[in-house]
Nanobody, 120 residues
């Protein structure tokens, strides 16, 4: 099985920056996609950005040119650099990874979520 541990959330003023990290651990043979979702109170969970094991990226239009996703395959870690933060970015951010493990095959795994709050 796979565990995802997130860090880096917090409270910042509009225009500020935060860097989120998420490290995967377990009996992992391979990790395909990794990425970040977010969910604000009363809203649906939405995809923010994801990245393939080859480094190909996708971004939601709302964060394009402000957020940057990256990964370190040697550490099984994905990062989210968030710049020019806006109050509408306030949400719980969830890391995910699709991983191949011993005895479990391919499955999707989720972090516990980390709160990002942007004040105006």
């Amino acid at each position: 099985q796979v565990q995802l541990v997130e860090s880096g959330g917090g409270l910042v003023q509009a225009g500020g920056s935060l860097r989120l990290s998420c490290k995967a651990s377990g009996t992992i043979f391979s990790i395909d996609g990794m990425g970040w979702y977010r969910q604000a109170p009363g809203k649906q969970r939405e995809l923010v950005t994801d990245i393939s094991n080859k480094g190909r990226t996708n971004y939601a239009d709302s964060v394009k040119d402000r957020f940057i996703i990256s990964r370190d395959n040697t550490k099984n870690t994905v990062y989210l650099q968030m710049n020019s933060l806006k109050p509408e970015d306030t949400a719980v951010y969830y890391c995910y990874a699709r991983a191949l493990t011993r005895g479990m095959g391919w499955n999707d795994y989720w972090g516990q979520g980390t709160q990002v709050t942007v004040s105006s």
